[in-house]
């Protein structure tokens, strides 16, 4: 069955970087595309972008840009999130979301979530 | 980009009523709207795609409708277990952006 599994919790200083992975399996790996979606608490869901785990190519939402990278390993069938320039509105869960098809993408597997907290 | 609004934020019914929630896209998404349950501490299920189309083993007392800018969500009769912050979604194109939430409450 297909699962996405993530890393576990991290607490970050202000400033810091966090890299958050999620490990896919029970499907081809490289032949789906990897989405990123955070959650403040007691907030809602933020989609934060797209990775293609076959060409490593991504896209970003405009808010992230510059701060956030997607990166994949298709020999661990990994995806990875990195986020710079912690701050405390980053405090979050992260998910890591996908659909198995070439499009449309609407989300019916999710990650179990990692909460990464900022603070000094 | 498009915005997705969701009415009412929150939203107290009682066992058995019909509800109804509301999500409305800044500009015409044609039928590319999903809808999700949270329930508390748990990870969002995807409920509804295409905007009507009823994800495999959900309940039937849920059903979705609209396209271009206008959708609704409703359930037929409230049942103590759809207790959860409800989510709609668009994927027409990026950034898919997702609704703000309703919080359904039982009365």
């Known amino acids: 069955q297909v699962q996405l599994v993530q890393s576990g919790a991290e607490v970050k200083k202000p400033g810091a970087s966090v890299k958050v992975s999620c490990q896919a399996s029970g499907y081809t790996f490289t032949n789906y595309y990897m989405h990123w979606v955070r959650q403040a608490p007691g907030q809602g869901l933020e989609w934060m972008g797209i990775?293609?785990?076959?060409?490593?190519?991504?896209s970003y939402t405009q808010k992230f840009q510059g701060r956030v990278t997607m990166t994949r390993d298709t020999s661990t069938s990994t995806v990875y999130l990195e986020l710079s320039s912690l701050r405390s509105e980053d405090t979050a869960v992260y998910y890591c979301?996908?659909?198995?098809?070439?499009?449309?993408?609407?989300?019916?597997?999710w990650g179990q979530g990692t909460l990464v907290t900022v603070s000094s | 980009d498009i915005q997705m609004t969701q009415s009412p934020s929150s939203l107290s019914a009682s066992v058995g009523d019909r509800v109804t929630i509301t999500c409305r896209a800044s500009q015409g998404i044609s039928s590319y709207l999903a809808w999700y349950q949270q329930k508390p501490g748990k990870v969002p299920k995807l409920l509804i795609y295409a905007a009507s189309t009823l994800q495999s083993g959900v309940p039937s007392r849920f059903s979705g409708s609209g396209s271009g800018t206008d959708f609704t969500l409703t359930i037929s009769s409230l049942q103590p277990e759809d207790v959860a912050t409800y989510y709609c979604q668009k994927y027409n194109s990026a950034p898919h952006t997702f609704g703000q939430g309703t919080k359904l409450e039982i009365k």
């Open positions: 990775i293609n785990p076959s060409g490593g190519s991504t």
């Open positions: 979301v996908s659909r198995l098809a070439a499009t449309e993408w609407y989300f019916d597997y």
